[in-house]
């Protein structure tokens, strides 16, 4: 069963530009959560994402957004890039049925690293 | 607020002995706790969950936590660690505020095993 994956790997950015980053979740997994890590923050949360519709959202600016496709898929993408945007990004998916939600995990990919020059 | 303190940047650990990862945490209602750990320049990898029932719960690769209502900790435990454990551990809470995946992380734990 294939993982959660994530493209690109590896991205170089300049300041002011904007990026898309994707995730592709666990085949039958509606949930899909993003994380920032950055050494200094450490994992901060960003939004999930369920049945195509913004579930949570974490205390990150309006530049940051994202959505999700009818097949799960979901990407997020970051405008006007600033030099702080540097950061691991990590998609998570969860296998979610009504409230057992609180007892799933979640499982990640391997993370798409943003350099911001 | 709901939150996860991991009280150590670093343990050290010779390989072969026992080794402990602290974790306490906050949160109003019934706690849902994870462990996952995290290899350099990869995602985190899922360990173990506490949900309800035994406090002592075992998961992958030879690890257990112990889940303590009393002290409100849920630390980290291997009997014999081995040179490959070495690698970033995190604990998390389920943030409990209604239907979502959200997970509050710790500030991570990096567990460094001497041969």
């Known amino acids: 069963k294939a993982g959660v994956t994530q493209t690109p790997r590896y991205l170089i950015k300049t300041r002011g530009q904007q990026v898309t980053l994707s995730c592709s979740p666990i085949?039958?997994?509606?949930?899909v959560s993003w994380y920032q890590q950055t050494p200094g923050q450490g994992l901060q949360f960003l939004f999930e994402y369920f049945s195509e519709t913004q579930r949570n959202k974490g205390n990150f600016p309006g530049r940051f957004s994202g959505r999700q496709f009818s097949n799960s898929r979901s990407e997020m993408n970051v405008s006007t890039l600033e030099l702080g945007d540097s950061a691991l990004y990590l998609c998570?998916?969860?296998?979610?049925?009504?409230?057992?939600?609180?007892?799933?995990?979640?499982?990640f990919g391997q993370g798409t690293r943003l350099t911001v020059v | 607020a709901q939150s996860v303190a991991q009280p150590e940047d670093q343990v050290n650990v010779a390989e072969g002995n026992p080794l402990t990862v602290k974790c306490t945490y906050s949160v109003s209602g019934n706690p849902y706790l994870f462990w996952y750990v995290q290899y350099p320049n990869r995602g985190l990898q899922f360990l173990l969950k506490?949900?309800?029932?035994?406090?002592l719960v075992k998961g992958s690769y030879g690890f257990e936590a112990e889940f303590n209502k009393s002290q409100t900790s849920f630390h980290l435990k291997k009997p014999s660690a081995l040179v490959s454990d070495s690698a970033l551990y995190f604990c998390?809470?389920?943030?409990?505020?209604?239907?979502?995946?959200?997970?509050?992380f710790g500030t991570g734990t990096l567990l460094a095993v001497q041969p």
């Open positions: 998570a998916s969860s296998k979610v049925t009504g409230q057992a939600i609180m007892n799933t995990e979640a499982f």
């Open positions: 506490y949900i309800t029932g035994d406090n």
């Open positions: 998390a809470v389920r943030d409990p505020g209604g239907a979502t995946n959200k997970l509050i």
């Open positions: 085949s039958g997994h509606r949930s």
